[in-house]
Each structure stands twice: as C-alpha cells, then as structure tokens.
C-alpha cells in the first residue's frame, strides 16, 4: 500500500498535465457496507452517469482506464476507499489504496482533486496507544487505520498476592502498593521509548481507570502534552475492538480540530486575519495571503478561471486582476484546494461543521 502521507499529496499536487484535464475518482469500497464487488461496481456506473458534465470533459480512454481497474477485481482485504488519477495523454495513471472509506466523488479538473486524499494523509500520523491494569502493560501504534502490537508485558504483582495469608497484613498490602507504582512507571517507560521511535503525534491510553490516572502522572512530557482523549478499551482488548475504539478517537478529534480551526476563523475573520466565503477566499487565494483554507467537504460551486493569470473567481466571466476572458469551472472549489494544496497551504476539509457552514462552505485564515 502507497504511503499516504502530505508528501504524496504534493507531489500529485505539483503533477503538471500540461493544461490536459485530470480525472479524479473518489470511490467507497468498504467491505462492511458493500459485501459484493458488483455492489460498488453499481456505485462506479452511478457516479459516472451523474457526473456526466465533468466526464464529457474528461478524455474517455481515463474513465475506461477508472472503470477497468474497478471492475478487474479489487483485493479489498485492507482497502475500504480508492482514489484514482487519470490524465493517460500526460502519463498520469495513479490508484492509491485508503485503508479508510471516503465519499464517492468523480471530479475532472486541470489537476488532481486532492481534498479527501488530504483528508485521509490527517487522518492516518500514528497515533500511540497505551493499555494498562494493574497486571498488564500493553503499548501499540495505530497507523494507516493499522494497528501494530509493539510490547506486551505482564507486571510482576500477581493478581493474589493480597489473599495469600502473608502474617503481616499491613507490610504485604504496601509491598503490593509499591510494586503496583513501579509497574506503572515501567508502562510510562516502555510506551516513552516506542512512541519516540515511532515519532507518534499523539498519545492515547486506555485500560483500567485507576492505572490509568496513575501512569498519567508518570508520563514523560513529551507524551503528556500530546495526549489526547481515553481510550475505552480494556487492557485484553481484541486488536479488532481497539482499531474500532482507535477509528472513533480519530473522527472526534479531527472534528475537534476542524471546528477549533473554524472558531479561530470567526474570531479574526472582523479582524481582517481571516476571509470567509467563496469571493473572498478565491481573492485572497489569488494574492497569495492564504495560510489555512477551510472547506466543507462535499461543498462543491460552479466558476471561473483565468487561464492568462490563473485567478479563480466565483463571478466570470472577466478576470478582476488581468480583464482577460476566464474558463467556466464546474467546480472552482476543488480548483481552490488544489491551488491552495500548490501554494503549500494546511488544507482542512471540515465534516458536518454547521459554523463553516454558515459564513459560506469555506474560508481562510490569512498569512498577513
Ligand atoms: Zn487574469
């Protein structure tokens, strides 16, 4: 599987077509909702018919090389999302495997339609993971929606100890006590020493409640300051249940994320530090002031762009910087991720976030 990460996202970003228009297919192959292959086959056919605007700009020999691959078999074992970049008269043929589902979605643009790819790079920085009782130590990396058991280590204190008539009650019970602290600071010690080596972005932990608060206090600060929610798993957790737990922390903390970005938007957007809208936002795009664009996923509107000065407009058809005649676009907004995704920009596609909703689908905080 291609690694999904931002590099990948520039780097088809920065993939020049020579001005040939690019086919971009986003398709859902997770195994979960869809049992049969001819059950996203009949997704593909649907997707092409709607979006038969975009596919009759396409050329056909990238919507037979999309279909083809689709339709040919896919080992889904791992795979729960496509996507797929077709330019065949540029040599561009790409099919990256998502270990996530995405939402399906055929666009033709003058390059690649990044949004949901970048969405998916945010998505998969491992993400540490440390399981603890007063028994066990389990320390794992979640990554690429893949888990990977790093260290499983079982304490010293076994779970008796206290009932075995010992004469002297109160030594054996701190005995217990100081042997249940060292244990929990060999769990901080041993998660310090993989999450390092892993470069983890974040940390989470999970386990018995009370160890858990424990080993927090135990933990190294460069742990402790990316620690994010509880995970709520039991330490012999299956690794299946704690990819599932893993798979939830994820959409809620980028969801955190997405509507801390859209509240930081708000709060300067009177300010001037921030656009919001469409008009505003292309604008501000074209004079190279972005720092952060936001945009609803799925939000997709009709413009322009200038093919003498590469501005995007949401009004056409006369260019405001150059008066040349602009291009229709049947999707500028894809356009503006990717111009954005090349000015080397934080691009975050925001899900369900009625606040970004409200001031337009989309914005942008400013670099001055
Ligand atoms: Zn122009």
Known sequence: MTAITHDLVRELAQFDTGGDPVLTCYL??????????VDYAHDLDRLIRRSSDATSRAADADVEAVRSHVLNGLDRSRVRGLAIFS???????RVVDLPVPVHNRLVVASGPALDQLESVAEQLVPIGILLVDRQRIRVLVFAGGELAEHTE??????????????AARGD?????????????RLAAKIA?????????SRVTIGGANESVAEVEQHLHPYLRERLVDRL?????????????????????????????????LREVVGAG????????????????????????EGFEET??????????????????????????????????????????????????????????????????
């Not at 330019?87 to 043929?93: D, I, N, P, Y």
């Not at 310090?192 to 983890?200: R, W």
Request: glycine fraction near 8%; charged fraction near 25%; proline fraction near 2%.
């Open 28 to 37: 859902n192959v997770d195994g979960r909702a869809r049992v049969r292959p």
């Open 153 to 166: 280590s079982v304490g010293e204190l076994p779970r008796d100890y206290d009932e075995r008539g010992h």
């Open 87 to 93: 330019c065949e008269s540029a040599g561009l043929f």
């Open 303 to 368: 413009g322009w762009r200038c093919e003498n000065c590469t501005l995007l407009a949401a009004v056409g058809p006369t260019c405001d910087a150059c008066g040349a005649t602009m291009t229709h676009l049947d999707d500028v907004v894809a356009e503006a991720v990717q111009v954005a995704l090349g000015q080397s920009c934080d691009v975050e596609v925001c899900v369900e976030n009625a606040d970004l909703d409200v001031v337009g689908r989309v914005g942008a905080l400013l670099r001055y």
């Open 192 to 200: 310090f020493d993989a999450f390092q080596a892993h470069g983890v």
């Open 232 to 264: 709520g798993v039991a330490v012999g957790a299956s690794l299946d249940e704690i990819r599932n737990a893993m798979l939830d922390l994820e959409a809620r903390s980028e969801r955190a994320t997405e509507a801390a970005a859209v509240a930081r």
């Open 273 to 296: 530090k921030a656009v919001a809208g469409l008009p505003d936002t292309l604008a501000a795009l074209g004079e190279r002031r972005v720092d952060q664009l936001l945009v609803s």
């Open 172 to 184: 054996v019970s701190s005995h217990v006590d100081e042997l249940a602290h060292q244990h929990l």
